[in-house]
C-alpha cells in the first residue's frame, strides 16, 4: 500500500480539517458544563457516602447487578465527595470531561495502527473529527457522554475494547512484549466485569475472527489466536461473576422479568432486535460522511480483497447479532438503549478500518479524485445538518442551559431544606426536559426512584411534585 506523505496534504487542507473539528467537538465540550447530577448520580453518592467504595459494590452485587468494575466507577465520586472537600458538581463535570477526554486519547491511540499510511499530522484532527461524528451519532447521547451512569457503564469498557481491536485483528504482528499484553488484559478484564453485554461481546468477537478467517478468508488467521482465546477466557470470567450476583434477580423481577427466555423467542427477539439497530446505526449521517472522508484519505493501491477489507465490519455485525440473540434468551430481551452505545463505539473503528482497506480500480479511484471538492462539501453538510451539528448546538444553545438553570435552583432549595422534612418540589420545566443532559425527574411519588435518590443524597423527608 502506496502511503500518503505529508507533503501530499496542503496546509490549507490540513488547517481547513483542524477548524472543523474543533468547530464540530466544541458543543460536546461546552455540553459537559451545563450537567448537574441527577437521579442514579445521586442514589449512588448517597451510597458511597453510606457504605464506602468496597461497602458499595458489595451493596450492588446483592441488590442490583454483578457489574463490579462500573459500580465502582459509579460510586467513585460520591465517595471522593463524602471524603474530601470535593463538590459532586464538580466531581461530576470533571467526569464527563475526562470521559470525553478518552475518547479522543482512544481515536489518536487507535488511528495510529487502523489508519497506517495516512499522514501523521492528520491523526490528531481526525481525532477530534471522530470523537464528533462518534458522540453525534449513536443511540443516547446523554447516556454516552454526561450521565454518569451510562458513561462509565458502557462507553469507557467500550473504548477499553477499541484499544484492543488491533491486537485482535492484526494481519501481522503487534507488540507482543510483556507490559503491552498486561495492559491489554487488564483493559479486558475491566471491560468484562463492566456489564454483561460487554463481556458477551468479548465472547462474539472474537469467535466472529475465527471463524470469519477460517471459513470466509479461507485460511486461518495467522497471527493474534492466542489473544483471541484469552479474550474470549475473559469475556466468560465476566459472565460468571455478573450472572452470580444474587442482585439479578432482585432486578429482573422488580422488572417483571424472566431470568431464562424461550430459545426460539430469543433468536427471533434478537433477529429484529439486530435488524432495528445495525442498519439505522450504518446509516447514521455522521458514519456516512466518515466513510466517505477515509474513502478521500486512504492511499492508494489497497491490496486488500473484498472479503479481508470486510472482515472487520462482518465480524462486528454476526458479533452484535449474537450478543443480541443472547441477551434476549438470557433477560427476556432486557438490554437498555443505552448499552447500545458500546456496540456503537466499537462499531464506528470496524467501519473505518473496512472502509480504509476497501480495494478500488483505479477508475474508481480517479472518479473520487475528480470529485474531491464535491464530496468535501457533501461530508461536511452531513455532518453539518446531522445529530453531531446543528441538533448538539441546538440542545447546547436552549434547553442546555434551562436544564442548568431549573436544576441549580432545586439543588439550592433542597440543600436549605432542614434535615428531614418533607417537600413539595416543581418539577422541571418543558424545555429543560428537551435538553440532552435530562435523564428523570421527580413525580408525585415520593417512592419513585428520583424522589428516593433525591431524598437519600439531600437527607431530606419524602419529596414529591404538586
Not at 195 to 203: E, I, P, Q, R
Request: proline fraction near 6%.
Amino acid at each position: 500500500m502506496k502511503a500518503w506523505s505529508n507533503t501530499d496534504v496542503s496546509n490549507k487542507a490540513r488547517h481547513s480539517l483542524w477548524v472543523f473539528s474543533i468547530v464540530l467537538l466544541l458543543p460536546f465540550l461546552a455540553l459537559t458544563f451545563f450537567l448537574v447530577p441527577q437521579s442514579d448520580e445521586l442514589c449512588m453518592a448517597a451510597l458511597a457516602k453510606a457504605e464506602g467504595l468496597v461497602g458499595g459494590v458489595i451493596y450492588q452485587w446483592e441488590t442490583w447487578s454483578g457489574r463490579v468494575a462500573a459500580s465502582f466507577l459509579l460510586l467513585l465520586p460520591g465517595w471522593l465527595n463524602a471524603n474530601s472537600s470535593s463538590d459532586l458538581l464538580f466531581l461530576h463535570k470533571g467526569a464527563a470531561l475526562l470521559v470525553l477526554a478518552a475518547f479522543v486519547i482512544v481515536c489518536r491511540l487507535t488511528f495510529v495502527s487502523l489508519l497506517a499510511g495516512i499522514p501523521r499530522t492528520l491523526l490528531w484532527p481526525l481525532s477530534f473529527l471522530g470523537t464528533a461524528v462518534l458522540l453525534g451519532n449513536v443511540v443516547e447521547l446523554h447516556a454516552m457522554l454526561t450521565w454518569w451512569p451510562g458513561a462509565a457503564t458502557f462507553s469507557l469498557p467500550g473504548l477499553a475494547i477499541v484499544l484492543c481491536l488491533p491486537r485482535l485483528f492484526e494481519s501481522e504482528p503487534q507488540d507482543r512484549s510483556g507490559p503491552a499484553t498486561f495492559a491489554l488484559t487488564m483493559l479486558l478484564v475491566f471491560a468484562s466485569l463492566s456489564n454483561v453485554a460487554a463481556a458477551l461481546f468479548l465472547v462474539f468477537l472474537p469467535l466472529s475472527l475465527l471463524v470469519y478467517g477460517k471459513f470466509l478468508l479461507k485460511r486461518p488467521l495467522r497471527f493474534g489466536r492466542g489473544f483471541k482465546w484469552l479474550a474470549i477466557s475473559i469475556g466468560l470470567f465476566g459472565l460468571v461473576i455478573a450472572l452470580n450476583a444474587p442482585g439479578n434477580e432482585v432486578r429482573l423481577a422488580m422488572q417483571d422479568r424472566p431470568l431464562r427466555g424461550d430459545t426460539a423467542m430469543a433468536v427471533v427477539g434478537g433477529l429484529g432486535k439486530w435488524a432495528e439497530y445495525a442498519p439505522v446505526q450504518l446509516f447514521f449521517p455522521g458514519w456516512i460522511a466518515w466513510s466517505l472522508l477515509i474513502l478521500l484519505l486512504r492511499p492508494s493501491g489497497a491490496t486488500k480483497t473484498v472479503a479481508e477489507a470486510l472482515f472487520p465490519l462482518l465480524c462486528w455485525l454476526f458479533s452484535v447479532l449474537g450478543l443480541l440473540i443472547a441477551i434476549h434468551y438470557g433477560a427476556g430481551g432486557g438490554l437498555p438503549r443505552r448499552a447500545l452505545n458500546m456496540l456503537s463505539v466499537v462499531g464506528f473503528f470496524c467501519v473505518t478500518a473496512s472502509v480504509l482497506h476497501l480495494r478500488l480500480s483505479d477508475a474508481q479511484s480517479a472518479w473520487l479524485m475528480q470529485r474531491r471538492r464535491g464530496l468535501c462539501f457533501a461530508i461536511a453538510l452531513l455532518l453539518l445538518i446531522g445529530p453531531a451539528g446543528l441538533w448538539t448546538g441546538w440542545s447546547l444553545a436552549g434547553p442546555a442551559g434551562s436544564y442548568r438553570d431549573a436544576s441549580m435552583s432545586r439543588w439550592t432549595l433542597l440543600q436549605s431544606n432542614p434535615q428531614g422534612q418533607p417537600m413539595n418540589v416543581s418539577p422541571l420545566p418543558v424545555d429543560a426536559r428537551r435538553s440532552v443532559l435530562f435523564q428523570a425527574d421527580l413525580g408525585p411519588d415520593p417512592d419513585a426512584w428520583p424522589n428516593s435518590c433525591y431524598a437519600q443524597y439531600f437527607n431530606s423527608g419524602a419529596l414529591r411534585t404538586p
